[in-house]
């Protein structure tokens, strides 16, 4: 069965290959500028029915303007081009965080995934396994550090939007782990006092003062001379 597009062409048909089968549908997508004509379709409807009305749907988005044919383009293979897109406007030290983030965290969870095919299911499931065993040797990734796999790959599917690559961002309403911080733990003054006898013959015993008395960190106590 033939369905007409606009100005009458026919773009769509359906198909049921086997009688035991479920329905598919075709769409050809006429040349836009210098696309040419492509073909997308898609199955696992019960009905004629069914697949009679996502059919319809799809090309009233064509129409729209609004369609966006799946792509065998990774999520991998994005990022690797979007990392280097985005490099130029970066420090070196945000760049070399991005990186690491995408590297350590995005691709072994979502890598191998057809980058149009991204639900945000995938990207909870991602997160929860993250918190159970991302970090080093198998343990707990901290809610902060899976914040900022979340914050540094919407940034890059929210790109993919504005290219014309997605149609949405599906990172967009993605429940995120609540950030916890630490309680301090702070000595008293008896614990003050046993560490500076003991670091009284050390020969950094000035910078471990300095560092209790005046709260430098050790970077901060590294760079005096």
Not at 33 to 49: C, I, L, V, W
Not at 118 to 128: C, F, K, T, V
């Amino acid at each position: 069965m033939q369905l007409p597009g606009a100005a009458g062409r026919r773009w769509g048909k359906l198909a049921c290959p086997r009688s035991h089968g479920s329905w598919t549908f075709i769409a050809n997508i006429p040349p836009d500028g210098d696309q040419p004509r492509r073909q997308h379709s898609k199955g696992g409807f019960a009905t004629k029915r069914d697949a009679d009305q996502a059919l319809r749907a799809f090309l009233t988005t064509v129409d729209q303007g609004q369609a966006l044919l799946p792509t065998k383009v990774t999520v991998e293979q994005y990022l690797a081009g979007w990392l280097d897109a985005v490099e130029p406007s970066l420090a070196a030290t945000a760049s070399s965080n991005y990186r690491t983030i995408v590297h350590c965290y995005v691709l072994p969870q979502l890598g191998s995934r057809q980058l149009t095919s991204l639900r945000p299911d995938h990207l909870i499931s991602a997160y929860r396994s993250l918190l159970a065993t991302g970090g080093r040797q198998g343990r707990p990734l901290s809610a902060t550090t899976v914040r900022t796999v979340h914050r540094i790959l919407s940034k890059a599917l929210t790109d993919a939007v504005r290219d014309g690559v997605l149609p949405r961002n599906p990172a967009a309403n993605v429940p995120l782990p609540r950030a916890v911080k630490p309680e301090l733990q702070v000595w008293d003054r008896g614990q003050v006092a046993a560490f500076l006898e003991i670091a009284r013959t050390d020969r950094l015993r000035v910078a471990w003062l300095l560092a209790l008395l005046c709260g430098l960190r050790r970077g901060e106590l590294a760079g005096l001379r």
